[in-house]
């Protein structure tokens, strides 16, 4: 049975049973939890000014974009996210730089690809600053003026796009009997035995599964 339009407000495990919005208790065998992840915000000082935007819904793109016009633009994050969010910058912004972590962008590729990334979109009038972070952002009239880096480097912004990975979307689970770890994972092993990784093989006839799936778009 698919359920539409529903949100699941707790889980007691030890019953096996889920609470939805609307008051309604639904038992099961097995819960399988597809939470995907909440985007990861800065956290640094001047992380609430006006112009620092995430990407997660199909809306940002547009606001990002209107904001961005003649501007100085910073992408913090040198994986997908940030070099995307930079290549299709380019077109409308004063100016992009990327700020990235590691020794050449996108690190999961390897350095010698995230290189030749590096290079291409340099000649494309893209600013790579390598091996740095961020310190603070600093503003002005409540929107960021500029990125301040470690080492004191200080780069012009009046508009910043964050695209510095995810977090599990785990947080409300805290109150609802389910063990997380340090890092905010479901633990799923746990004594009730109700949270359970999914495969056929030990799927029974008998179980009742309930899939709770969050769809961001």
């Not at 199909?58 to 003649?70: C, L, N, Q, S, V």
């Not at 409308?92 to 999961?108: D, R």
């Not at 010698?112 to 310190?135: D, H, P, Q």
């Amino acid at each position: 049975v698919l359920e539409k339009k529903f949100q699941v407000t707790s889980i007691d495990a030890p019953k096996h049973t889920i609470t939805l919005a609307d008051g309604s208790t639904h038992e099961y065998s097995k819960l399988v939890l597809a939470l995907g992840g909440a985007v990861r915000k800065l956290r640094n000082e001047g992380a609430d000014l006006l112009g620092i935007f995430t990407l997660r819904v199909h809306t940002d793109p547009e606001r990002i974009m209107e904001y961005a016009k003649g501007e100085d633009v910073v992408c913090i994050g040198a994986s997908f996210i940030g070099m995307e969010s930079a290549c299709a910058l380019v077109p409308v912004a004063k100016s992009v730089t990327v700020i990235c972590t590691t020794a050449e962008p996108i690190p999961a590729l390897g350095e010698e690809i995230g290189r030749a990334v590096r290079l291409y979109f340099e000649e494309r009038n893209v600013k790579v600053i390598t091996k740095a972070r961020v310190s603070k952002l600093n503003g002005e009239d409540g929107r960021v003026k500029e990125v301040v880096l470690e080492d004191g480097t200080v780069v012009p912004a009046r508009c910043v796009v964050a695209g510095i990975g995810v977090e599990p979307d785990t947080a409300w689970l805290k109150k609802c009997n389910v063990e997380l770890d340090k890092r905010g994972f479901v633990v799923t092993a746990q004594k009730h035995g109700s949270l359970v990784a999914f495969s056929k093989k030990n799927r029974s006839a008998h179980d009742r599964w309930v899939f709770l799936y969050f769809n961001c778009f």
